[in-house]
């Protein structure tokens, strides 16, 4: 499914699932596998971990004195982002205020900067992450009807961990390479035991938490 829409620079891709599951690798993926737009900026923000008097300001930029502390003009995520992806990370969390001015930059990618007078014109392809469910949140008045089905143009849901459960022995595998060279440690391969209590778990935490079982694993191991 990533390389499919990877071939439609233009199409907004909404990627769900639990936390932990690796939405941001696969907004990456979508980035670096689309013609043109892959070797432009790959931009994220967690709309989550932004207050929402800043939010804004953060994807669209603002001039001089647009508020209190505006002390010289800045530009938006949505501008850094021209000519690549921006991921808005956990956009189930979103403020009403912003979903309605972000809806309508969706619609025509053009925006103005908070106390701008000019029109920005921008080339984006907008990736969503979420781990809620977008129309639950609607129902519950939570999100925007009409800024859901723009995001929804293209939907992947990446399951949990437990649910695929063959791929926990080759990502165990890749971490454990990846943090024994980063840690300098020699393990090379998990024992016949670890292997079968890793594949018997249910990872609440998904692909992150795995990957620090891991890390734990090679620093604590002795050979």
Known sequence: MVDKVAQFPDTTVLVQGESGTGKEHIADLIHRRTPGRGT???????????????????????????????????????????????????????????????????????????????????????????????????????????LYHRLDVFHIHVPPLRERREDVMPLATHFLARFAARLRKTAARFAPETERLLLAYDYPGNVRELSNLVERAVILSTG
């Open 40 to 146: 432009g900026p790959f931009v994220e923000i967690n709309c989550a971990s932004v207050p929402e008097s800043l939010l804004e300001s953060e994807l669209f930029g603002h001039e001089r004195g647009a508020f209190t502390d505006a002390k010289g003009s800045k530009r938006g995520l949505f501008e850094e982002a021209d000519g690549g992806t921006l991921l808005l990370d956990e956009v189930g969390e979103m403020p009403m205020g912003t979903q309605a001015k972000l809806l309508k930059v969706l619609e025509e990618m053009t925006f103005r900067r908070l106390g701008g007078t000019r029109d920005l014109t921008v080339s984006v392809r907008v990736v969503a992450a979420t781990n809620k469910d977008l129309a639950v949140e609607v129902e519950r008045g939570a999100f925007r009807l009409d």
